[in-house]
Nanobody, 118 residues
């Protein structure tokens, strides 16, 4: 059974930085996509960024140039470095792993709150 454990959320002032981490335990296969999504109050969950096993990245337009996703394949861990944070970045951030084996399976973390406020 795959479990995702997130850490690094919190309260930060506008313009500040935070780094989120998500460690996956269990078998996620040699080919997968790890990513971050977020959900603000009253809104739908939305993509933030994804990264493939080979390091190809994809970012949502609102975070391009401010957020950086990276991963450590040896540790099955994905990171999200968030810089120049804005109040509109406030949301619960969820880690996601999509396995790309014979059967595609999506796993979700429990979520970590990020609040950007002065």
């Amino acid at each position: 059974q795959v479990q995702l454990v997130e850490s690094g959320g919190g309260l930060v002032q506008p313009g500040g930085s935070l780094r989120l981490s998500c460690a996956a335990s269990g078998s996620i296969g040699s080919r997968n996509v790890m990513g971050w999504y977020r959900q603000a109050p009253g809104k739908q969950r939305e993509l933030v960024a994804t990264i493939t096993t080979s390091g190809n990245t994809n970012y949502a337009n609102p975070v391009k140039g401010r957020f950086t996703i990276s991963r450590d394949n040896a540790k099955n861990t994905v990171y999200l470095q968030m810089n120049s944070l804005k109040p509109e970045d406030t949301a619960v951030y969820y880690c996601n792993v999509l396995t790309l084996g014979s059967k595609m399976v999506a796993y979700w973390g429990q979520g970590t709150q990020v609040t950007v406020s002065s």
